[in-house]
């Protein structure tokens, strides 16, 4: 368990004494979380490789690798450097799910490289051309996966031509490897039955740049794909190797309502106060977008800012940095001023990235203090 | 200078070897926004306590005291005690601008009166009686602003009568000393012409209450109020004698928008590399929502997620936690990849909350690390 050394409180037997707003992660629901997702991975032969941008956590990157996750994702260098400790004795093993294209990342995305198998994956010319010169000065190979767009329209290029363009840029470089082809379907939050047509649209992109990749004789033993909503989907994309799903360790408002989880598999919520109730028919929190962030819910953006477990029937309606207004006009027992309860929130995600340590509880009840050790590795 | 230790990079004569997203504040705008408050303050008569949490700096605060601030204005009790260095050789003077009534808040709150003098603004019985008991425990004396709802429905008692029952149960207290009276006006977002009516408003709220406290021989030497809008409008609301500004030390998109300052007085900008142009018309920054924050622009909410001060025509689009894609089919010229751009955020403080350090940039282009020494204290 890792733990900052300064913080006053270490360990609790309660909420009393802990500072709100504060999210406190049940261990159980944690593990069972991670269990599931393994298990439907192993039984479909699919590696998992976890998106670490959702906990940050070298203790919690550390389980899903005891699971059986073949290594892990990161978006920024900073968070594969904070992370490393995670692999305790084996190689380090990790794909950098984001486009390195300038000096600072490409020299530490190299240095990285020496110790620990690096993946990396690229869309343009210029950022491979970069990567492949900090290589070269570094002295060392990095694997590509060359980003595929399936639909999503944010990363990779259009077409099994385009991507084809790319990897063979890869494989005219030194200090570069092809290692196969990336792709991440985030557009697709439509349930099972509904999203047979869009997946069937991801696998027939991959199967036509596989296609073109095996005519070519270009390395596709890697085929990275998959997120958060499409994770337990991922065996209707036959031609995917590994998956990189990161809100599923938690899940929150987005993966409830979207169909895709239930509120009992919610691991992670935020402790709140209540601190006012002096206007009519409302409360307040202490938590604002500082601690909620202003994200919407995706599948019902009018529900409001998160879920209240204990007053289900109240909205949190508006978010100011540290306030959080609840109408509970339509709650049977009000809460009262300085009562604790806890939210889920609609994205758990970037919640996590706003706290210094979260509070690890437990079965029974005992709460140790995590530090998110990644929090803040914008770079 | 505040500046953190471990960093690798303390000093820079260019962006070149800065990692990115980072934040960059012009060391120029930020004194003419201060001097500028400054000297409308002192024009009329008002007191400044500007609200820290924009910047959570103690080097901005101690500029901001420099500069005539007769005190500093703090949500959370985490930042008071962050940014207690600001006040050097003098006492410390503070208003905790939220209401404090769970236990570790209430206990904190009375050792910081042990050597400051401090303020806090309340809206219920139980959050006096809360700090009450802390106070009498703590042997110290807490200054008191009843807080009056003046339209934005957040915190405070609507009527000048329940303001009375509040500032009476103050005076009834032992450890609580009766200073005054808060409000809050952050509902009006109205250019000058067009909120004479709400500020009207606001003036008569404060006018009742105060003929109500001069009958009753209740204390109202302090009457705090205003808002970044709000600010240079000060003076249509006399019964004001001390403002909070927290915005106006750098500005931003939302007070571009809403017409009280214009670009040239935006302080802060974020700076982003292009790491990616594989989609057709679009670029993609290596900024999301974990730098810029999900909030939309108030007074423009379909205008995208910030100004890109180099590429005026180009819209930010969409945010996910680490990308921000960006419509350039409206730039005569496009950026392209690796090239760094900056940005001016819709809101700039939760912004400088998701970073440990920004970047302080000094007439002659030298850079200087400055710590961001209160981020991230929620509690």
């Known amino acids: 368990m890792q733990a900052a050394d300064t913080h006053p409180v270490e360990h609790s037997t309660s909420f009393d004494s802990v500072p709100t707003p504060a999210i406190v992660m049940s261990a159980v629901r944690v593990r069972c979380n991670i269990e599931r997702l393994a298990s439907y991975a192993a039984a479909h032969g699919i590696a998992v490789r976890p998106h670490t941008k959702t906990h940050k956590s070298v203790d919690i990157a550390r389980q899903q690798l005891v699971a059986g996750a073949g290594g892990l994702t990161v978006a920024k260098l900073g968070e594969a450097e904070a992370l490393l400790p995670a692999f305790e004795g084996r190689e380090a093993d990790l794909l950098v799910a984001y486009p390195v294209v300038d000096t600072p990342r490409t020299q ?15 869309d343009t010319i210029a950022a491979i051309e970069a990567v492949e010169s900090a290589a ?17 329209g944010r990363t990779g290029v259009p077409t099994a031509d385009a991507l084809e363009t ?71 994309v036959p031609q995917v190797t590994e998956i990189r799903p990161g809100t599923t360790v938690f899940n929150d408002m987005n993966t409830v309502r979207g169909g895709f989880c239930t509120l009992d598999d919610c691991a992670a919520s935020i402790i709140c106060t209540v601190v006012s109730d002096a206007v009519g028919g409302q409360i ?37 940095e540290e306030h959080g207004q609840v109408d509970v006009t339509r709650c049977a027992k009000r809460p009262r001023v300085g009562e604790r309860v806890s939210v889920i929130p609609n994205h758990i995600c970037p919640c996590i990235n706003l706290q210094d340590a979260v509070w690890w509880q437990e079965a029974d009840g005992g709460l140790r203090r995590l530090a998110i050790d990644a929090r803040g590795r914008l770079s």
Chains 1, 2 share one sequence.
């Open 166 to 236: 790319l990897a063979q840029a890869v494989v005219a470089t030194r200090g570069l490897r092809l290692d196969g082809i990336f792709c991440y379907p985030g557009h697709i939050w439509a349930k099972t039955g509904e999203q047979a047509v869009p997946l069937g649209i991801v696998a027939a992109k991959l199967e036509e740049a596989i296609d073109r990749f095996d005519r070519r004789g270009l390395c596709r033993d890697v085929v990275s794909g998959g997120s958060t909503p499409t994770a337990y989907q991922s065996h209707l």
């Open 108 to 122: 530490r995305l190299a240095r990285l490289a020496r110790t620990a198998t690096v993946r990396v994956a690229l």
């Open 284 to 320: 307040v929190l202490d938590g604002g977008t500082k601690t909620f962030t202003s994200d919407r819910c995706g599948p019902a953006p009018d529900s409001g800012h998160g879920h209240v477990v204990e007053y289900p029937d109240a909205i949190i309606t508006k978010l100011s």
């Open 136 to 152: 070269r000065t570094e002295g060392v190979t990095i694997g590509v996966l060359v980003d595929l767009d399936v639909g999503m």
